[in-house]
């Protein structure tokens, strides 16, 4: 196999500083600070129990993205623009380990990695030590992305990427998802399903012309994502975050007309609906209807014994 180059470990942040920095932005969120509010180094220790020298070092790392600003004789202070409510990708760079997992199983989707792999094999084709392999390869076998087979190989999950697939894939996720809205204890993340909504608007707003199927993929994974990861039972959403991964690989991906994913879209929005306003059975229901039309491939397919969406109209849209 080919090598590839790979990016030295100094390149990379430490896997502890990346979560501190994450941490300091969740206790920005909690406590409502807004662009330009003083981070206290002290403050910011206290609060995640840790001494001021990493708390330091994350918030360097946060400068470099652009998060934060210094000040030599103001400290630390949240960048002005910034918005902590609603980005959906993670703004930090991924440990060493997380970029070759995310390489490894991108190689996987285009086919160019074979169904087993060794970890010698992944070793030489990416230049990289055992360590740094076992710890990408034990990454991806939490998401349920590849198991561990006798020896030294690993066997990569099968991509819902065939029409019998895709069918399997909706007919597992109408057993499970309406089931992950229903059990006692779900808990929709208020500012992601926000961000989400502005964004399915303004795709919605395009022409046809212009409507990015690429883009409608990723937010279809979001608003699917943001109901596994609501779950309150942990099994429930483990698996469904791990097969939902599985649909957002590149080989994953299956074609659908215009009129499907402006009707999907809408369906979203009205799930959000009922889930905002605490409606959670009425939103199990409404996600049973959006994934047997999705199922169907078809536009009108809601005529097969369920009930036809109404398509609702927010300010933005008119």
């Given at each position: 196999?080919?090598r590839?180059?790979?990016?030295?470990?100094s390149?990379?942040?430490?896997q502890?500083h990346?979560?501190?920095?994450?941490?300091?932005?969740?206790?920005?969120?909690?406590?409502g600070?807004?662009?330009?509010?003083?981070?206290?180094e002290?403050?910011l220790a206290t609060?995640?129990?840790?001494?001021?020298?990493?708390v330091?070092?994350?918030?360097?790392?946060?400068?470099?993205?652009g998060?934060?600003?210094?000040?030599?004789?103001?400290?630390?202070r949240l960048?002005?623009?910034?918005s902590?409510?609603?980005a959906?990708?993670?703004?930090?760079?991924d440990?060493?380990?997380?970029?070759?997992?995310?390489r490894?199983?991108?190689d996987?989707a285009?086919?160019r990695?074979?169904e087993t792999?060794t970890?010698?094999?992944?070793?030489?084709?990416y230049?990289?030590d055992r360590?740094?392999?076992?710890?990408?390869?034990?990454?991806?076998?939490?998401d349920?992305?590849?198991?561990?087979?006798?020896?030294q190989?690993w066997v990569?999950?099968?991509?819902?990427?065939s029409?019998?697939s895709?069918?399997?894939?909706l007919?597992?996720?109408?057993?499970l998802e309406?089931?992950?809205?229903t059990?006692?204890?779900?808990a929709?993340?208020?500012?992601?399903?926000?961000?989400?909504?502005?964004?399915?608007?303004?795709l919605l707003?395009?022409?046809?012309d212009?409507?990015?199927?690429?883009?409608f993929r990723?937010l279809?994974?979001?608003?699917h994502?943001?109901?596994?990861?609501?779950?309150?039972?942990?099994?429930?959403?483990?698996?469904l975050?791990?097969?939902?991964r599985?649909?957002?690989?590149?080989?994953?991906v299956?074609?659908?007309n215009?009129?499907?994913?402006?009707?999907a879209?809408?369906e979203?929005?009205?799930?959000?609906?009922?889930?905002?306003?605490?409606?959670?059975m009425?939103?199990?229901?409404?996600?049973?209807?959006?994934?047997?039309?999705?199922?169907?491939?078809?536009?009108?397919?809601?005529?097969?014994?369920?009930p036809?969406?109404a398509?609702?109209?927010?300010p933005?849209e008119?």
């Amino acid at each position: 196999m080919q090598r590839t180059g790979s990016r030295t470990p100094s390149s990379r942040p430490r896997q502890n500083h990346l979560d501190l920095a994450r941490r300091i932005l969740d206790v920005a969120r909690e406590r409502g600070m807004g662009p330009g509010a003083h981070l206290p180094e002290q403050f910011l220790a206290t609060q995640c129990n840790v001494s001021r020298t990493p708390v330091r070092a994350a918030l360097k790392l946060l400068t470099k993205q652009g998060l934060v600003e210094h000040e030599t004789d103001q400290g630390y202070r949240l960048a002005n623009g910034v918005s902590l409510a609603g980005a959906f990708a993670e703004p930090l760079p991924d440990p060493e380990e997380a970029e070759l997992a995310a390489r490894i199983i991108r190689d996987r989707a285009a086919r160019r990695l074979d169904e087993t792999v060794t970890v010698g094999e992944v070793m030489r084709r990416y230049a990289s030590d055992r360590r740094t392999v076992l710890k990408a390869l034990g990454t991806l076998a939490e998401d349920g992305l590849v198991s561990r087979a006798p020896g030294q190989s690993w066997v990569f999950a099968k991509l819902p990427d065939s029409p019998e697939s895709q069918s399997d894939s909706l007919d597992f996720r109408l057993i499970l998802e309406p089931a992950a809205l229903t059990t006692p204890g779900f808990a929709l993340d208020q500012d992601r399903a926000a961000a989400l909504r502005r964004a399915m608007v303004t795709l919605l707003a395009e022409p046809d012309d212009r409507l990015d199927g690429n883009r409608f993929r990723r937010l279809d994974l979001e608003f699917h994502m943001l109901i596994a990861r609501g779950a309150s039972n942990r099994y429930v959403s483990g698996v469904l975050v791990a097969h939902h991964r599985l649909r957002g690989l590149p080989g994953a991906v299956v074609s659908s007309n215009v009129v499907r994913l402006r009707q999907a879209m809408h369906e979203h929005l009205q799930i959000l609906d009922h889930l905002e306003s605490g409606q959670v059975m009425v939103a199990a229901d409404l996600l049973r209807v959006h994934l047997r039309l999705s199922r169907s491939q078809r536009p009108r397919a809601a005529n097969r014994g369920v009930p036809p969406l109404a398509i609702r109209t927010t300010p933005h849209e008119r």
